[in-house]
């Protein structure tokens, strides 16, 4: 899955070069961070394997490349393995962004005979304690376990770390595991507040700091690692002076299918109310991707407003993240308020504020499990 | 500081492979070769693919070199080594054995 903030920058012609199969909300785990809908369990029509092999297929044929199965937790669905040789066959890069849980060694090899290119592990902490507590299962032993099979099978190993105030102070231990483990790629992934992150986010938002020390540690390592072993750091947002590049622009490469089947410019894309996601159950991609009015709203530069508009570096983040600007003050075509030139920076100057603030009333971190909080009064699209 | 002393490493002698992270190919729809790897995709130009094609795990940089002077008629010795270079230091190619 490509990130915010990550280094690539990719014209991709007008194609949806990465897409992203979100084959099920379900999963094992209750990370109170997760990106999913909090109203994840309403969801119940997901697309059928044959569904998802139209969306493969038409995918393929607009130019897709880059191919994530993601979800939920993908392995929890038994059609993967058939996704997968279908993708190969169709000649996506397939990638699977797994929690690991569902997954065994004997699984595994058969995803990397059917084609499977890469293995996206999620973890953590680099103790056993925190790791289980942070994902609300007994999950550390079985992901370092399945991290050592998917090295020993030849994956290229993508170990993606959720960075939070709980387990920052850990960046030193962690990278030690990563080279014990072989990983090639440790994506130190800071949080970045949607849904269940947003809810917690005064309990998750680090210190400034906090992100210095940790950073500090990552460059230490790239320094003596070189290129065995790339790190990536994506600090959040909220600490920046300058919004994130998010996804590239607005319908500008990345497609996401969500488990029902609705299109979405990114994964985060249904927390905007008041718009219509096609769904692919009754319209091509083609015209999804080309025609639908969703897909075209934040494309180029004509929606924006002031300081957008008239700004030199628009061309640079496209205004930022058109969730986070809709979450964070109420409209999707406003400036992300991450920019320091936005009138309403201040929202995020509060949020670091509340969250550092030794004396704030602590909260109850709310995991990510049907009824933990009621959606019941929730609007929804 | 590491990519430096690999990119002096190179030798007219060594011989490169594609490292296996990464897979590199025809890309029908963009019209071009690319090369695939964990979270990115690189498009390349015509004459940075044909040095990657070479990088078979077969040919010496010599051969290289003389392969493409051959077929660009004009000395391409400076921009090989470069080309090399830097996708050594990317990890992209390693050198064989």
Redesign the interface.
């Known amino acids: 899955m490509p990130k915010d903030g990550s280094e690539l920058r990719l014209d991709g012609a007008g194609m949806p070069m990465w897409l992203t199969c979100e084959l099920t909300y379900r999963c094992p785990l209750n990370c109170p961070w997760c990106n999913n809908p909090l109203d994840f369990d309403k969801y119940k029509n997901e697309l059928t394997t044959e569904e998802w092999k139209r969306v493969l297929r038409e995918g393929r044929a607009m130019g897709s490349l880059q191919l994530g199965f993601t979800g939920g937790e993908p392995a929890l669905r038994d059609d993967v393995e058939e996704l997968i040789a279908y993708a190969e066959e169709l000649g996506y890069y397939t990638n699977l962004i797994t929690s690991g849980m569902g997954l065994t060694k004997e699984r595994l090899k058969a995803m990397k005979n059917l084609g499977l290119k890469q293995v996206q592990l999620s973890i953590q902490s680099s103790n056993r304690d925190i790791c289980n507590a942070l994902v609300g299962a007994e999950a550390y032993d079985h992901k370092l376990e399945l991290a050592h099979e998917i090295k020993a099978l030849g994956f290229p190993l993508v170990l993606n770390i959720p960075v939070c105030r709980q387990n920052i102070g850990q960046t030193e231990d962690i990278l030690s595991m990563a080279e014990d483990i072989g990983v090639d790629y440790v994506e130190f992934a800071n949080l970045q507040y949607y849904n269940w992150a947003l809810l917690n986010r005064p309990e998750f938002l680090p210190a400034r700091e906090q992100l210095e020390c940790a950073e500090a540690i990552v460059n230490k390592h790239r320094a003596r690692d070189g290129n065995k072993m790339t790190i990536y750091f994506v600090i959040p947002d909220y600490y920046a002076d300058r919004p994130k590049a998010c996804m590239n622009g607005w319908g500008a490469i990345h497609l996401t299918i969500a488990p029902d089947g609705a299109a979405l410019p990114c994964q985060e894309a249904r927390v905007i109310k008041g718009v219509e996601f096609p769904n692919i159950r009754d319209y091509p991609l083609e015209w999804i991707w080309h025609e639908a009015p969703v897909f075209n709203k934040f494309r180029g530069d004509d929606w924006m407003k002031e300081p957008c508009r008239n700004c030199d570096e628009r061309g640079k983040d496209f205004g930022g993240c058109r969730c986070q600007a809709f979450l964070l003050t109420g409209d999707a075509a406003n400036t992300d308020p991450v920019c320091s030139k936005s009138p309403l920076h201040e929202v995020i100057e509060s949020a670091v504020v509340e969250a550092i603030n030794p004396d704030r009333q602590q909260r109850p971190i709310v995991m990510r499990r049907k009824g933990s909080i009621t959606t019941r009064f929730l609007k929804t699209a | 500081?590491?990519?430096a002393i690999?990119a002096i490493s190179i030798k007219a002698g060594n011989i490169f492979e594609m490292d296996?992270?990464y897979?590199f190919r025809w890309?029908e729809?963009?019209q071009s070769y690319?090369m695939?790897?964990?979270?990115?995709?690189v498009?390349l130009n015509e004459t940075s693919a044909a040095i990657l094609q070479l990088c078979d795990g077969k040919h010496t940089i010599e051969e290289i070199i003389s392969k493409l002077s051959k077929k660009y008629t004009t000395d391409v010795s400076d921009s090989v080594n470069k080309f090399l270079e830097v996708s050594h230091?990317?990890?992209w190619i390693r050198i064989k054995a």
């Open positions: 500081m590491t990519e690999e296996p992270k897979l890309e729809p963009q690319v695939l790897y964990p979270e990115g995709v498009k230091a990317k990890g």
